[in-house]
């Protein structure tokens, strides 16, 4: 076996897997302000920005080759309240950063989140009655909030709320209000988990939540449900599937890509960035390397792409070789 691996050029040549720009999507968060970087405690390396400096950052992933970007929200806890009105709103953070980046990077894939957790004073990612989820009432809100999104020029929708039946509700409201081309990438597998503190920081739902997500997130013991899960979405019209977390979830990554062959997806999500950029910050992995392997491996697991914060660092990288 050891004939293949010589050197470089004969490892290049035998490689089953390659790792590229063009498999990054490149989540971005969002604050009022103009010229305004805040960091994020738990993610060093990753700051908070304002409107304009997200434009700066779009801008930089089209020179870098990166297809494809996300936004998330730090919505002002003023504007929060228990239905998530803020969503609906067309001059919120993400419609008004959605709407600027459209107007300076034409093509660029651009996901909006269909989930009310940025904007409900609960932190839920739903409508609450009795400390309980809404599934119904919560879907009929998620489906104006992503034409409210798509108005503003986001291109990919990507529920990530959970609720049952919202994929095929959403697709049926994008396609009444005229955004048949608008697509849906759906959160189709995720998990319950631990690894997304970070990011509930990061947006400030963190000290908002009550309790916790597992009434409708999916539990980490469950692989065959993941299928399910991923079936009916596929089968209610998205046109892409998330698997998410990533890291400790391959072999739900490869089960879905074998069973579906569908455009499936990681998110390396923010406690998996915490976890590497916290031991890289103390020197206790190579940067290089450790970035660039963790994400090489989700595509040889079977993911077409990966959401992660790394997508800049990692493009500079590969360009570098
Ligand atoms: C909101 C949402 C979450 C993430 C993406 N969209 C958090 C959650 O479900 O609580 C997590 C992303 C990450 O941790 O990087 N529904």
Redesign the pocket.
Known sequence: MRRTRTNDAIRRLVAETRLGPQDFIW?LFVKDGTGAREPIAAMPGVDRLSVDLIVEEAKRAQDLGIPAIAL?PQTDPARKDAQGSEALNPDNLVCTATRAVRAACPELVILC?A?L??YTDHGH?GLLADGRILNDETVEMLKRQAVVQADAGCDTISP??MMDGRIGAIRQALDEAGHQNVRIIS?AA?YA?A??????EA?G?ASA?TGD?RTY?MDPANGDEALREVAKDLDEGADMVMV??GMPYLDIVRRVKDAFGAPTYA?Q???E?AMLAGAIQNGWLDRDRAILEALLCFKRAGADGV?T?FAREAAELLAAR
Do not use: E, I, M
Request: proline letters at 12%; aromatic letters at 24%; zero cysteines.
């Open positions: 989540p998330f989140d989930a957790d940025p990612d990530s709320d959160y995720k988990s690894f997304y503190g970070p990011f509930r947006v739902s939540l997500k997130q998410k977390p998110y999500v923010s406690g960035y959401l914060y």
